[in-house]
């Protein structure tokens, strides 16, 4: 695809300063995009399926240990309608991500966000944040409490990938089978852990652990991307444990090698070779969003380097940008950053 040659015909992605103050800080800061995201899933799923669901999230969030947990009720209650912890919670993504090597010895983060909502691309929304270890960029939606995809600027950046359906066996039974076992868990959301690793993580090294030897609810593929080309891995944690990869740090929505499974999303095994032919040519600035990586489900790409602390975002419907391009840079030891081409009133700090 190609990105638009006039970036001012499209709606510039905000940049949202909510220090510490989590989803409902963030929530507060951009209502309307929110409303258009919740009307959007009830248009998609009605109204009534998205109480029931807010209803069974409300229960297994009750006894999970998400650290997020009373953020989520108070998003919920500031909304007043159906689907706010459905959406949360729903954990229906499926991407591509990479953890790319560059000429000057960092690593840079690049990430595809597909899910089959559409809307997901043109109301993103990059939140800093504050936490313990410091600064945080995250790429996210209003009222959203865990992070997909973040960058931690002089430290790391991290992507989850949705996991494929266990295997071997009928695919539908599988995911039913999978479904039964993140009722039963009581682990921490995976998005919900990246969150939290971003806040608390002074480095790379210590990230990689926590991301690995902490357990999950849900499956999920990980990315991280240090400061150095040796800090990058993908993590594949499922109810055996971790596996790391590195060679190359190239996810999907499938288990690497020989582990039956049914693979999410479009041409998985595809989009996983694209992009290890795009990190082998060592292609930036957005230019391998190209099919397979890009389909019709896409909505977001993200390049994030940890080692300059740039973020580059641009929101997608399909091989359509519906967003400006986002070019960030938050220097680790600086609070102060450069943004463009978002024009000034794009950076929103809530009242």
């Not at 706010?84 to 790319?100: G, K, M």
Request: one cysteine or more.
């Amino acid at each position: 695809m190609r990105l638009p040659s006039d970036p001012s015909r499209l709606p510039a992605i905000p940049v949202l300063d909510i220090g510490a103050g989590g989803a409902p800080a963030l929530l507060a800061a951009a209502p309307e995009r929110a409303a258009r995201l919740l009307a959007m899933a009830r248009r998609r799923y009605s109204a009534p399926v998205l109480r029931q669901a807010d209803r069974l999230c409300a229960r297994w969030l009750a006894r999970c240990e998400s650290p997020y947990a009373e953020e989520l009720h108070a998003v919920a209650a500031a909304v007043g309608a159906p689907g706010a912890l459905a959406l949360n919670l729903s954990h229906q993504w499926a991407c591509t991500s990479a953890a790319a090597a560059d000429p000057d010895g960092g690593v840079t983060l690049l990430r595809t966000l597909d899910w089959e909502m559409p809307g997901l691309g043109a109301d993103a929304v990059v939140a800093r944040m504050t936490g313990p270890a410091g600064g945080i960029l995250a790429v996210t939606w209003p009222g959203y409490a865990g992070v997909l995809t973040g960058l931690a600027p002089g430290r790391f950046a991290v992507a989850l990938n949705q996991a494929p359906v266990s295997g071997p066996g009928l695919r539908p039974l599988r995911w039913l089978a999978d479904r039964r076992a993140v009722w039963r868990s009581t682990a921490v959301p995976p998005d919900h852990l990246l969150r939290q690793v971003l806040e608390t993580a002074p480095d790379a090294t210590t990230a990689l652990h926590r991301l690995r030897e902490t357990p999950v609810s849900v499956p999920c593929i990980l990315t991280l991307a240090g400061t150095d080309r040796a800090e990058a891995w993908t993590i594949e944690k499922d109810r055996t444990g971790a596996r790391i990869r590195q060679e190359p740090p190239i996810a999907a929505n499938h288990w690497r090698q020989d582990i039956p499974c049914h693979p999410r999303g479009r041409d998985s095994l595809g989009r996983w070779q694209a992009m290890a032919a795009a990190v082998e040519a060592g292609q930036r600035d957005f230019a391998w969003l190209r099919p397979p990586i890009v389909w019709s489900a896409t909505r977001l790409a993200v390049e994030a380097s940890a080692l300059g602390g740039r973020l580059r975002v641009v929101g997608l419907d399909g091989d359509r940008a519906v967003t400006a391009p986002l070019d960030l840079t938050d220097a680790p030891a600086d609070a102060e950053a450069r943004v463009s081409p978002a024009p000034r009133s794009a950076v929103v700090s809530p009242q």
